[in-house]
């Protein structure tokens, strides 16, 4: 597997972490029930799902990249995992606006609420 198209640049990246943050909220919204309030929940579960990918997402490039689990948590578990909930919050950036507009067009679906 030719993993440089994955990892060795920032553009497929940014792609696969902007798609994800569109899906994300679709999927959701079909255990969440209509309304504003679930809206809002529906909203931050996303937001927690997609820092958690984001984690893992980087994890996993650390890894395609050579780096082994014991290099990548050598200064400590907590520490490596204060890294990678910043690398996932910094991805936010790229999935950010792309999650807001797909929770934004979730209200046009619904057919027992109003917005």
Not at 35 to 44: E, I, N, R, S, Y
Not at 80 to 101: D, E, N, T
Request: proline fraction near 5%; charge should be neutral.
């Amino acid at each position: 597997m030719d993993t440089s198209l994955l990892s060795g640049g920032i553009l497929i990246p940014a792609i696969v972490l902007a798609a994800i943050g569109w899906v994300v909220p679709r999927l959701l919204a079909i255990v969440f029930p209509e309304g504003v309030k679930p809206l809002l929940l529906l909203a931050f579960a996303s937001t927690c799902i997609m820092v958690a990918l984001g984690m893992i997402f980087f994890l996993l490039l650390y890894i395609l990249q050579g780096l082994s689990l014991s290099e990548v948590f050598s200064l400590g578990v907590r520490e490596g995992l204060v890294h990678f909930a910043r690398l996932g919050l910094a991805s936010a950036l790229l999935w950010g606006p792309i999650m807001i507009l797909s929770v934004a067009g979730l209200p046009k679906h619904w057919v027992e609420e109003t917005w």
